[in-house]
């Protein structure tokens, strides 16, 4: 008996080795497949790349015309990108007038992760994506929030309790709460998000609800005609609008006078608003910003007196002169000349035979310089290189006359030859010096274009004076 139980024990094993070598072993997955699977598997924290990389389109290239241009920019346009809108700007070179445009990529949203009462949301424009997680309940309270499951048997009659309004840029909330069993529970409510307003001149992006901006204001951009192309404000600087101011000078005799200068001011300004000289017909138009008072300087010529400063409110002045006292032209022996008296009038002529009128010699130069010496005077010939060097560079502008009364044109020629002088030498002979009181030797004086006098020097001067006379008399 032991021994049928021995060989049936070794039949029931040998039959489980049989059975366990016919099962077929489970096929293992190919390296492939494995592959195939995790590529294809789509990620839950995918993003989408494009999200956070903008799209900038390259400028254009400049035109030929501008290619040597320093661009100076200046923004002309521009809008920023929202979650789901792309952005652009533009600007322009205010020198060439070469435009470059910009454009990016929308920003993407930034969700919010989804909770059990509020979905998926974005943060910055409150848009959502699918439902709310929903509640999920272990021991009668959510695993999530917290919340304690309510009642399944309460017939629920919620009544609002708490409500924060969202704003723009943050949700809100409402908490509704059950007035038969108490189950509360809170429902959010997504951010409103922004309602921004077009930048304008002075104003940047805002948004209507809240106020919050965006970059820069465009500022102006005035056209040709001083005006904003964009909201039609007028240039501040524009340059203020002028008006012809015209002086008429005549002669108290009813002709008018030709050649005056004149100089006009606005309102007192210490700064002129421009010169003129009268025309044939003795009129001088000058443009000037309109004012309440205008005050009119002119230089009045030899042979003419009257004022030299006078006041009009309109923009019109009529000036009269009339003429002054005229001395003997060939005898100036009591006149009696110091600085600011006006010269008369004389006719002289050198050892060359060249003729000089004073009057005349005013209406094409600046200033005459008129130089007393004699033949003996060692100062006046120490002298009479500078002048020389001085009249060949400022004869245009000024007119240098050297007048002496002591000696024959034979030995001031004879002089003027051995010292190679070209300048104007006259043997003087109508009391031009005791008209001066010259008493010494060398004297200079200095006639203005106004035929005032305007200095008397007794005494030389060395090079560099005499440089700086002529220098301060030419234009």
Not at 159 to 171: F, I, R
Not at 368 to 388: Q, R, S, Y
């Amino acid at each position: 008996m032991r021994r049928i139980h021995c060989v049936l024990l070794a039949l029931v094993l040998l039959l489980s080795l049989a059975g366990c070598q016919a099962e077929p072993a489970p096929s293992s997955p190919t390296a492939s497949s494995i592959t195939l699977s995790q590529a294809t598997k789509p990620s839950e924290e995918t993003t989408n790349p494009t999200e956070s990389i903008p799209n900038i389109t390259a400028p254009t290239t400049p035109p030929e015309s501008s290619d040597t241009c320093e661009h100076q920019m200046e923004g002309i346009a521009s809008k920023d990108s929202t979650c789901t809108e792309g952005g652009y700007s533009e600007s322009t070179c205010t020198l060439c007038g070469h435009t470059i445009s910009v454009d990016y990529a929308p920003l993407g949203h930034t969700m919010q992760d989804a909770t059990c009462t509020a979905p998926k949301t974005c943060t910055v424009c409150g848009a959502t994506d699918g439902p709310p997680l929903g509640h999920s309940y272990t021991d009668d309270k959510c695993t999530r929030c917290g919340l304690e499951k309510p009642s399944e048997e309460c017939d629920h009659q919620f009544q609002n309790v708490n409500q924060l309004s969202p704003t723009c840029d943050k949700s809100g909330s409402t908490t509704h709460r059950c007035t038969v069993c108490g189950y509360t529970y809170t429902e959010s409510i997504a951010a409103n998000g922004h309602s921004y307003q077009a930048a304008t001149c002075l104003i940047p992006r805002t948004c209507s609800i809240c106020g919050d901006t965006q970059g820069n204001p465009l500022g102006h951009s005035y056209g040709t005609d001083h005006l904003c192309t964009r909201c039609g404000s007028e240039d501040p600087n524009k340059p203020a609008e002028t008006k012809d101011f015209t002086v008429t000078v005549r002669h108290k005799s009813g002709s008018t006078i030709p050649n005056i200068k004149v100089t006009v001011y606005v309102d007192s300004s210490a700064t002129a608003a421009g010169s003129a000289v009268t025309d044939a017909k003795g009129k001088a138009v000058i443009p000037v910003i309109p004012g309440s008072s205008y005050t009119v300087k002119i230089i009045i010529p030899p042979g003419y007196t009257g004022k030299e400063s006078y006041t009009f409110t309109s923009l019109t002045a009529n000036i009269t002169l009339a003429d002054a006292p005229v001395l003997n032209p060939n005898d100036h022996s009591a006149a009696q000349y110091k600085v600011g008296s006006t010269m008369a009038d004389f006719t002289l002529t050198d050892v060359d035979g060249v003729t000089y009128n004073l009057y005349q010699l005013l209406q094409k130069k600046d200033a005459v310089i008129l130089n007393f010496w004699f033949v003996n005077c060692g100062p006046c010939k120490a002298e009479f290189p500078h002048f020389e060097e001085a009249y060949k560079l400022y004869a245009d502008d000024v007119q240098l006359l050297t007048l002496n009364h002591f000696d024959s044109e034979d030995a001031i020629r004879s002089l003027r030859e051995q010292m190679g002088l070209t300048f104007p030498m006259i043997s003087e002979n109508i009391g031009m010096q005791q008209g001066f009181g010259i008493q010494a030797y060398p004297t200079t004086v200095v006639i203005g274009k106004d035929g005032k006098i305007q200095m008397i020097h007794l005494g030389s001067y060395n090079r560099d004076q005499v440089m700086n006379l002529f220098e301060t008399y030419a234009k």
